[in-house]
Each structure stands twice: as structure tokens, then as C-alpha cells.
């Protein structure tokens, strides 16, 4: 069974990975933070989350790269949140649905949009 609490943000913009996680620990949420890629690609197996939270652009490893691991490492379908500050094409929304994700943000955004957005995926 997920704990539906646990929440893995990649993101490595320091400011909104801390309100990122303000938020969503005031929401009820426990939130880990993986500032590049392959530190994300590490926290996959690490314990079972509800959510993942992906910036697309990110060292190391961009988001599609660790969405990409993320599907061949686990059985299990682990909802994903895909976050972007660059505008997104059909394209992009097409592949990130072929590789499962859930929902697509755009930076930036408001803390409340985002709480409701989780919400909604993890069915809380």
C-alpha cells in the first residue's frame, strides 16, 4: 500500500522547491526534494510515494529523462505532476502523456493551484 503522504519534488530552483514544500507540508503532504535528475532517479526506489513532482528542466537529468526511469524501474503506476517554465507544445503534453504523466504546471504558479492540483491526483 502508498503512503499517500509521500511526495518526491525534483526541482533545482532552491526558492520553489522551499515553497513547494511550505505549501504542501502545510497541506499535510511530506515532500523530498531531489535538486537534479539523478538524485531524483535515486529516490525512486528509495520508499513508495503517492506523487512525483518533475521539473522538466534540470541538471544532470531532465525530467522526461527521469520519467523515462521512472516507468522501467517500477511495476507500480506512480502518478506524475510535470512542471515547466518553458512554454509546452502538443507534442511535449503527447509525450509526456505516452510516458505517463499526469498533469503538466507552468512556472510560475500559484502554491494554492498546485495544493489543489496534488489533491486531485492523489485523490485527498
Do not use: C
Not at 522551499?18 to 529516490?43: M, S, T
Not at 503517492?50 to 531532465?62: F, G, R, S, Y
Not at 506512480?78 to 503534453?93: E, N
Amino acid at each position: 500500500m502508498i503512503d499517500r503522504l509521500n511526495i518526491l519534488l525534483a526541482e533545482d530552483d532552491q526558492q520553489i522547491a522551499r515553497l513547494v514544500q511550505f505549501k504542501l507540508d502545510r497541506e499535510g503532504f511530506n515532500v523530498v526534494i531531489a535538486e537534479d535528475g539523478k538524485e531524483a532517479i535515486d529516490y525512486l526506489l528509495a520508499r513508495k510515494w503517492a506523487l512525483i513532482i518533475l521539473d522538466v528542466m534540470m541538471p544532470v537529468h531532465d525530467g522526461w529523462y527521469v520519467l523515462k526511469k521512472l516507468r522501467q524501474f517500477t511495476e507500480i503506476h506512480i502518478p506524475v505532476l510535470m512542471l515547466t517554465a518553458k512554454s509546452y507544445h502538443s507534442k511535449d503534453i503527447a509525450n509526456a502523456a505516452e510516458l505517463g504523466a499526469s498533469q503538466f504546471l507552468r512556472k510560475p504558479f500559484d502554491p494554492n493551484e498546485l495544493a489543489a492540483q496534488v489533491k486531485r491526483i492523489v485523490g485527498v
